[in-house]
C-alpha cells in the first residue's frame, strides 16, 4: 500500500546543483525512516542521505558537505545536492523503512556531465 513519487533527477553539468524529492503516498506512519539511496553501473548500492525513525539525518560520507536533507510535509523529504561531479552519476533511488520493511522508489536517473 506504499507509493514512493520521485522527482527532481536529470542531467547537470559539473558543479551545478539538483534538487530531489520523494513523497510516500497513500501511507501514514508515525515512525518510520526516509532517504536517498544511489547506485551506479557495477557498483552496490550506497547510502546518500536519510533520515532515521528517531529524526536524525544521516549522510553517506561522499554526500558530507555537499548534501543537505531536509523534511516537508508528512512523509516527504528533499535532497539538495550542489557542486555535483561526473562520479555523482547514478540511478538515485527514494526508501522508506517502516519497522523491518523496506520499500523502495522506482528511481530516477541523475547525470552529470558536460
Known amino acids: 500500500q506504499v507509493r514512493l513519487v520521485e522527482s527532481g533527477g536529470g542531467l547537470v553539468a559539473p558543479g551545478g546543483s539538483l534538487r530531489l524529492r520523494c513523497v510516500a503516498v497513500?501511507?501514514?506512519?508515525?515512525?518510520?525512516?526516509l532517504g536517498w539511496y544511489r547506485q551506479a553501473p557495477g557498483k552496490e548500492r550506497e547510502l546518500v542521505a536519510r533520515?532515521?525513525?528517531?529524526?536524525?539525518a544521516e549522510y553517506g560520507d561522499f554526500a558530507k558537505g555537499r548534501c543537505i536533507i531536509s523534511r516537508d510535509v508528512e512523509n516527504s523529504i528533499n535532497l539538495e545536492m550542489n557542486n555535483l561531479r561526473p562520479e555523482d552519476t547514478a540511478v538515485y533511488y527514494c526508501?522508506?523503512?517502516?519497522?523491518?520493511?523496506?520499500?523502495w522508489g522506482q528511481g530516477t536517473q541523475v547525470t552529470v556531465s558536460l
Open positions: 533520515f532515521t525513525s528517531g529524526g536524525s
Open positions: 497513500e501511507s501514514i506512519f508515525r515512525f518510520y525512516s
Open positions: 526508501k522508506l523503512g517502516v519497522r523491518s520493511s523496506d520499500y
